[in-house]
């Protein structure tokens, strides 16, 4: 019986014009233009620099910074007031304000205090700008100092520098952290929640009537919904891995088998869970709103671009609630750590769980007569 | 072969089914005649095993609706009033496919299909989907029929169907008959109604009567006159002001009137004369299903 059923479903499947082409289309698309869209990499903001003090110390500062790849010097001006309405007109991401007397209170020793004003209407340009411009103002400083090693006040701190070494991932390549997450997102979507429009689709179109009066068991009917979607959904993994390979120069540090036996687990839950729309949603519209909310959901709260360990503690509990968290971390830890089947049998377990919850639910909420 | 009893299903605050109990004998062609709305859709349901009623059994067969629903199933061909076969498999592929999922093959069964599945031939390799309706009806009606049924339940087959393709499926009922396949049909079109052997006047969830049709229409009560004039609008109107009508609806080109024994056709035109109606025509007619079914469905409403 399954067999005919499945028959039916590749055929109509396969028949589509879409979405064939979609599911190949889908893994190459996520993986390679997202990675590269949404990077968080800074370069080339916009400084200007207000030299109230025009000093030959003032101006080798400014030199310094606008010697620097992360910096473009768009305006050098005497005027605050005028600088900060460049930043109003968006013509400067950042202003570095260095005051009067800024060389004679170096060279006496005394503190001497910069203002960095940013644009923050983007934060992550504004946070990383003055991040990176605080580092070269510190640089150059460190410099002075080496330099004025004879100060007046001969009070001068010893200097000192950290080396950060960077695990697992050296040159913090945003793509090798988003990759592995990506395809987590790629196999709920294409297994978690395209067999639960179809079944809705069902319902939509009222077939689901007609099949109901045939003596197809319930099991057989919901096998042929979710076995070709799997199939698919690992098809697609494995495209992604080529992509990943050939591409990022990606490749697992730990085993493939420990990635397809999460996946499977992974795949079982999010079926489970599509099931549960499925059960739910009268409409397509409905179920499609549904998923909307969840995926959003779980972009946010799984770590697919904010890592969960930086997250309050209490979206940290939450976070513990979608399956997705686990297999991503699962995914990192597995690419980039090379962490084996031992090291994860929390994550196993969460999975295992999840699995045996939704698939519950789905069947309990399941009543095949109303 | 059908036996239903005091079945009842609510919706909410709507009562779809209010104690209906009937009984089909093997080999019959049962219709069940009413309105939008009447409850036929839910009737149906819960006899296809797709809905459970409130309370009240049905079994067909010998076997319960909601008990033995599994051995029902292979037993029932059931066609939704709503088009259901995939639009996106061929013809040939959703008959094969239902044949399949009830174990049975297009062969083994071909001759009892036959004869509707000729028609649809010349496309069997087009898409359900793209079928005129007249067609999807009767694909449909190849799909519930494949598995050799014993007991057909077709829910308003006929309703959007063309005139010509309405006469096509009804004759197509008849030789089905003929094989020894009881049919349970619905339908709003009152005309189909003699076609059946018995039918079941139904509405607000409940039967107003079953008979032959034959039987139904010889108990109708009242003398009813077609009446004519050349104001057909203020006629309406006046001739339901005049003691002793019982009811008058508009039909086609004339109005039908139920009186009681004390008025006339003389009087009445008189009555329609005084009140300014030129060209007036009254005739003696013989009561239709559809007069039929207004009186009984007014008696109802206590009127």
């Given at each position: 019986m399954l067999r005919y059923l499945l028959e039916k479903e590749f055929k109509q499947i396969l028949r589509n014009k879409m979405l064939p082409r979609f599911i190949l289309l889908f893994p190459c698309m996520a993986l390679l233009v997202f990675p590269l869209a949404a990077n968080f990499e800074v370069r080339h903001l916009s400084l200007g620099i207000v030299d109230c003090d025009r000093s030959p110390y003032s101006s080798r500062l400014a030199r310094k910074l606008a010697a620097s790849?992360?910096?473009?010097?768009e305006e050098l001006s005497s005027d605050y007031a005028k600088a900060l309405k460049e930043i109003e007109l968006d013509r400067a991401d950042i202003v570095l304000e260095i005051p009067a007397g800024f060389e004679r209170r170096l060279v006496e020793g005394e503190p001497v205090e910069l203002m960095i004003s940013a644009n923050s209407v983007n934060g992550a340009k504004g946070g990383l700008g003055s991040a990176y411009l605080g580092s070269l103002v510190s640089d150059f400083s460190s410099e002075l100092r080496s330099e004025l090693g004879n100060s007046p006040a001969g009070n001068l701190a010893p200097s000192f520098s950290i080396l950060t070494l960077y695990r697992y991932n050296p040159r913090l390549e945003y793509p090798v952290y988003m990759v592995p997450a990506l395809m987590v997102m790629l196999l709920a979507m294409l297994c978690g929640f395209l067999p639960a429009l179809n079944i809705v689709g069902e319902k939509e179109s009222g077939t689901i009537e007609q099949m109901n009066v045939t003596p197809v068991r319930r099991l057989p009917f919901i096998l042929s919904k979710l076995i070709p979607y799997w199939v698919i959904g690992f098809i697609a993994l494995t495209i992604c891995f080529g992509v990943a390979r050939l591409v990022y120069g990606l490749a697992p540090e730990g085993s493939f088998l420990v990635i397809y036996l999460f996946a499977s687990v992974f795949v079982l839950a999010l079926s489970g869970f599509g099931l549960v729309i499925s059960n739910y949603a009268k409409t397509i519209q409905q179920a499609m709103f549904m998923m909307f909310f969840f995926v959003i959901t779980f972009v946010l709260m799984s770590g697919l671009y904010t890592p969960v360990a930086s997250m309050p503690d209490w979206a940290q509990a939450v976070s513990r609630l979608f399956p997705l968290r686990y297999f991503m971390a699962v995914m990192r830890l597995v690419y980039l750590k090379g962490s084996g089947l031992g090291d994860l049998l929390v994550p196993l377990a969460a999975l295992l769980g999840f699995a045996a919850f939704f698939n519950g639910w789905a069947v309990l909420s399941y009543r095949k007569k109303s | 072969m059908v036996v239903a009893r005091e079945l009842r299903r609510r919706y909410g605050e709507t009562d779809a089914l209010r104690g209906i109990g009937f009984e089909v004998g093997r080999g019959e062609l049962f219709g069940i005649i009413g309105p939008d709305g009447a409850g036929k859709t839910t009737l149906f349901r819960v006899l296809a095993t797709l809905l459970l009623a409130d309370s009240g059994s049905a079994t067909i067969d010998g076997l319960d609706v909601a008990r033995d629903y599994a051995a029902l199933r292979r037993r029932l061909g059931y066609m939704p009033g709503r088009f259901s076969l995939y639009q996106d498999l061929t013809v040939e592929e959703n008959l094969e496919f239902f044949a399949t999922v009830f174990g049975a093959t297009i062969e083994a069964n071909y001759a009892l299909v036959a004869d509707i599945y000729r028609q649809l031939e010349p496309f069997k390799k087009r898409r359900a989907g793209a079928l005129s309706g007249g067609m999807k009806q009767k694909l449909a009606l190849c799909c519930a029929l494949i598995h050799k049924p014993e007991l057909l339940l077709l829910d308003e087959p006929t309703t959007g169907v063309d005139p010509v393709s309405r006469k096509e499926f009804w004759d197509m009922l008849g030789r089905l008959n003929g094989q020894g396949i009881t049919i349970l049909v619905s339908t709003p079109y009152m005309d189909e109604a003699g076609l059946c052997d018995r039918i079941a006047l139904m509405q607000g969830g409940s039967f107003l009567d079953v008979d032959r049709p034959a039987g139904i229409v010889a108990k109708y009560p009242h003398a009813l006159w077609a009446v004519r004039a050349s104001r057909m609008s203020g006629l309406l109107g006046d001739l339901r002001d005049k003691a002793g009508v019982l009811s008058c609806f508009a039909f086609g080109d004339s109005h039908h009137v139920a009186t009681d024994g004390s008025l006339g056709p003389a009087e009445l035109e008189r009555y329609l004369a005084s009140r300014g109606h030129e060209s007036i025509e009254i005739g003696r007619i013989e009561p239709g299903i559809e007069d039929c079914f207004m009186d009984l469905a007014g008696a109802g409403e206590g009127r």
């Open positions: 790849t992360l910096f473009r010097l | -």
